[in-house]
């Protein structure tokens, strides 16, 4: 299980999507939030969607491994998730944010935890607003923890910078071990 981290817009979900597509064995522990799905997001897939009620119900019952508040929406993941797919020795990524990274560290020790940053915040600026899917409070806001995400990044093991969507990769591959040594195989 490792714990991937990085602010809204710096391009985690891309990374993952090309690490998964090479390494199919690599899993995504799917999320719970009550934010709304953005288009194309598909339920069960992304995030499971759910109400605030059946959300607060579930931490309740003690169904998630972490959950915190992020931006105004509650966001957590359950352990159904991941525990199934850890038992089976598969690679379980969490993409959670800086209070989940420190709430998975309280009850399980040593989990490796890599945060994704961007070259500059105004690159990451300019990906937010690219990407069109907030409205201008959502903008400023992922703006504003993106500042306190990245003040926490020293907490991790590693730090990637997203600097190429390929490079990026191909380093958090090799911190993911799944790519045996560090050194790029040999240009043709
Ligand atoms: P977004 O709304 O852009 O999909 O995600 C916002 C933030 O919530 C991201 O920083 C993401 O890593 C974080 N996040 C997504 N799922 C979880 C989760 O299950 N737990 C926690 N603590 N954060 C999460």
Redo the contacts with the bound molecule.
């Keep these: 299980m490792f714990i991937l981290?990085g602010p809204?817009g710096v391009g985690?979900s891309s990374l993952i999507s090309k690490i998964r597509e090479r390494f199919p064995d690599v899993h995504l522990a799917v999320?719970a939030?009550t934010?709304a799905p953005r288009p194309g997001e598909v339920d069960g897939v992304h995030y499971a969607f759910v109400t605030r009620a059946a959300f607060e119900e579930g931490v309740r019952r003690g169904d998630f491994l972490?959950?915190?508040e992020?931006?105004g929406n509650l966001?957590?993941?359950p352990k159904r998730a991941v525990e199934p797919l850890a038992a089976q020795g598969l690679t379980v990524l969490l993409?959670?944010?800086v209070?989940?990274f420190r709430n998975v560290r309280r009850v399980r020790p040593g989990t490796p935890a890599i945060f994704v940053a961007p070259t500059s915040n105004s690159v990451l600026e300019e990906r937010l607003r690219k990407r069109g899917s907030e409205n201008p409070a959502g903008l400023a806001k992922r703006l504003e923890n993106a500042q306190r995400e990245m003040a926490a990044m020293g907490e991790y093991d590693h730090v990637v910078v997203n600097d190429d969507l390929e490079r990026a990769a191909l380093e958090l591959e090799h911190l993911l071990g799944l790519r045996e040594s560090r050194t790029p195989p040999p240009q043709r």
Aim: no cysteine; proline share 0%; aromatic share 10%.
């Design positions: 981290s809204s985690k999320s939030t934010r972490e959950w915190a992020v931006h966001y957590g993941t993409d959670i944010d209070q989940g």
